[in-house]
């Protein structure tokens, strides 16, 4: 798994439960205190070190850099600025079957209505828009919390 926005470590613990015992999760992260916080809850929960990857960086940087088809679900978060290029990113790495995943999709509720019209509201509204079109994946969106936009690769 590749997760991108590593924050403090909640959601990749999260992830790494529900991960097989040999699973790796690839985190990226570009506060590199975010990636320390998130490797001292990773040694609490007795996290083997061979189970997670953190990489500091931008995720711009990082992401063209991680192999084509080799992961089974990419977790896009962090920036949402970023998420039409994460997304793009995320579906070359995922494998026939795999999973992207869109954290805040509803962006505070701002996505539906029309009327919002700020950058980020836009970028995530288009984001939407850009997976229900793309023949590539079947998507669905979860409105639970912040929206989750999960899109299937096919």
Not at 44 to 56: D, H, K, L
Not at 98 to 105: I, S
């Amino acid at each position: 798994m590749v997760e991108i926005g590593t924050g403090t470590g909640v959601a990749s613990l999260w992830l790494l439960r529900g991960m097989p015992a040999d699973g790796v999760l690839t985190t990226i992260d570009v506060e590199v205190e975010h990636q320390r916080a998130a490797k001292e809850a990773f040694a609490e929960e007795g996290v083997a070190p061979t189970r997670t990857r953190t990489i500091p960086g931008r995720a711009s940087d990082v992401l063209p850099r991680l192999t084509d088809g080799a992961y089974d679900l990419v977790l896009v978060g962090g920036d949402e600025l970023g998420y039409p290029e994460y997304v793009e990113q995320g579906l070359r790495l995922l494998r026939p079957g795999g999973v992207l995943a869109v954290d805040g999709a509803l962006h505070q509720d701002r996505v539906a209505d029309p009327a919002r019209r700020d950058e980020v509201t836009t970028v995530v509204r288009e984001v939407g828009r850009a997976l229900r079109r793309d023949e590539r994946v079947l998507p669905a969106l979860l409105p639970s919390g912040d929206g989750l936009l999960l899109a299937v690769r096919r």
